[in-house]
């Protein structure tokens, strides 16, 4: 089980990360958002590319979910922190963070 303090906690340990609101949500970007925090502080939304949200969601489907929208359809996943474990959200906060270093500013 991981909380919202996991997730702030390892998200600024990421090189660059800065913690800002984004509408109803905490989010963390480097160059782009790669993660938010919900506001009820029980799942948070990671930026994969669409090959690394098929298969988080086909390994592990009671953490992993696509966004049920357009923004799922762009890689947006949920995690549920309530069953992911510290080591499972390091590792996807670790993946989304290093899209957003990649990814130009607009």
């Excluded at 997730?7 to 090189?15: N, P, S």
């Amino acid at each position: 089980m991981t909380t919202a303090a996991d997730v702030r906690r390892l998200a600024l340990w990421l090189e660059g990360t800065l913690e800002q609101q984004h509408m109803d949500r905490r989010a963390f970007r480097v160059t782009r958002i790669f993660a938010t925090l919900a506001a009820d502080e029980r799942t948070a939304n990671l930026k994969f590319t669409l090959e690394e949200q098929e298969f988080k969601c086909l390994l592990a489907p009671e953490i992993f979910r696509p966004l049920a929208n357009g923004w799922g359809r762009q890689g947006w996943t949920q995690l549920d922190l309530a069953q992911a474990s510290p080591g499972d959200l390091a590792a996807a906060l670790k993946l989304a963070h290093s899209h957003s270093l990649k990814t130009p500013k607009r």
